[in-house]
């Protein structure tokens, strides 16, 4: 079963607009973690944001934040006042503790998003 | 600058060959992994190192080799007997998690794009 589901293969946002990206996610575990990546056309993957489960707070980055709805299993990406440069493929991620796979983390397919001026 | 390096950045094989990917990274990160991307897709892991002479295989391990002699360096050989080799490559390495919470920022690398002709 899909353990991080993003709904949206592509988004269109207007330039300075706010955009949310989606994504689900899938545990019984109570510890884990929830990341957000970046990939250009370039191809590299860079670090977004990252929530933990027991972080009681969203967690921001300067234009990003991360609606974090636990009981809904939910970790949204939302991205204010979009640029140019904002387009993107954008992945969501999941770290799941110790004692399974240490340290990996498992990616959805993914949402391309698009900025117009 | 600390930093992960892929290389080559273009890489192209004929059928039946082996070639290696190179990756290194100059962070100090016990753990080190590799990916793969299919276009449209996100990442899946091959194989990951949690400490030197020492890897497990990830996701999609058959038809790859891996080897750990130094913290630095993580290459990966892609062998003859991976039938649908042509992918993009992503190497990516984090602090040790031993002990840890579950916040594992992976760093990557910009990739290797691998064609098979």
């Known amino acids: 079963a899909q353990k991080i589901t993003q709904t949206q293969p592509g988004m269109f946002v207007q330039e300075k607009e706010a955009v949310t990206l989606d994504c689900t996610y899938d545990?019984?575990?109570?510890?884990?973690?929830l990341f957000w990546y970046k990939q250009p056309s370039s191809g590299e993957m860079i670090f977004l944001i990252y929530?933990?489960?027991?972080?009681?707070q969203n967690a921001t980055e300067g234009r990003y934040s991360l609606n974090f709805q636990k009981a809904r299993k939910s970790a949204n990406l939302v991205i204010s006042a979009s640029q140019l440069g904002d387009s993107a493929m954008y992945f969501c991620?999941?770290?799941?503790?110790?004692?399974?796979?240490?340290?990996?983390?498992?990616f959805g397919k993914g949402t391309k998003l698009s900025v117009k001026p | 600058d600390g930093g992960i390096t892929q290389s080559p950045k273009y890489l192209f094989r004929k059928e039946g060959q082996n070639v290696t990917l190179s990756c290194e990274q100059n962070?100090?990160?016990?753990?080190m992994y590799w990916y793969r991307q299919d276009p449209g897709q996100g990442l899946r892991l091959i194989y990951y190192?949690?400490?030197?002479?020492?890897?497990q295989k990830g996701d999609i391990a058959e038809g790859y080799s891996v080897s750990r002699e130094k913290k630095e360096s993580f290459p990966l050989t892609v062998t003859s007997a991976q039938k649908n080799p042509t992918a993009f490559y992503l190497c990516?390495?984090?602090?040790?998690?031993?002990?840890?919470?579950?916040?594992?920022?992976?760093?990557f690398g910009p990739g290797t794009r691998l064609t098979v002709l």
């Open positions: 990516a390495s984090s602090i040790s998690l031993a002990g840890g919470s579950s916040y594992n920022e992976q760093f």
């Open positions: 545990t019984s575990d109570q510890s884990y973690g």
């Open positions: 929530q933990g489960s027991y972080d009681e």
């Open positions: 991620a999941m770290r799941e503790p110790l004692g399974g796979s240490q340290g990996n983390l498992i």
């Open positions: 962070l100090n990160h016990d753990a």
């Open positions: 190192s949690q400490i030197v002479n020492d890897f």
